[in-house]
């Protein structure tokens, strides 16, 4: 498996739009897409920070996913209201996955 941990900044006042986002990324997501798990989180010592864990099949598939020409209508959708809502650029991690365990 492998995952992305992408954070990003809010703007002050516009936590509405956070879920706003998420809907639209949810809309545009395609069967087969690799997508494993999406986790949203908010910082709890920075009420403005965000932090989204994006976990994938494989590298291969999440790069698929990336260029899938389905999800470039509904993204761009997306990427408008996160232009309205992020404070900055967002920042992405790229991991490997060495280990998981589910309860």
């Given at each position: 498996m492998?995952?992305?941990l992408i954070t990003m900044r809010l703007k002050p006042g516009r936590?509405?739009?956070?879920?706003k986002m998420l809907e639209q990324l949810r809309a545009a997501e395609?069967?087969?897409?690799?997508l494993v798990r999406q986790t949203a989180m908010q910082?709890?010592?920075?009420?403005?920070?965000?932090?989204?864990?994006?976990?994938?099949?494989?590298?291969e598939k999440a790069r698929e996913r990336e260029n899938d020409p389905r999800r470039?209508?509904?993204?761009?959708?997306?990427?408008?209201?996160m232009m309205e809502?992020?404070?900055g650029a967002p920042?992405?991690?790229?991991?490997?996955?060495?280990d998981e365990t589910s309860h």
């Open positions: 492998w995952a992305q936590e509405a739009g956070l879920q395609q069967p087969g897409s690799g910082d709890q010592n920075d009420s403005s920070r965000y932090y989204m864990l994006v976990l994938f099949e494989s590298e470039q209508e509904g993204l761009k959708t997306m990427r408008a209201t809502i992020i404070d920042e992405f991690v790229n991991l490997t996955v060495v």
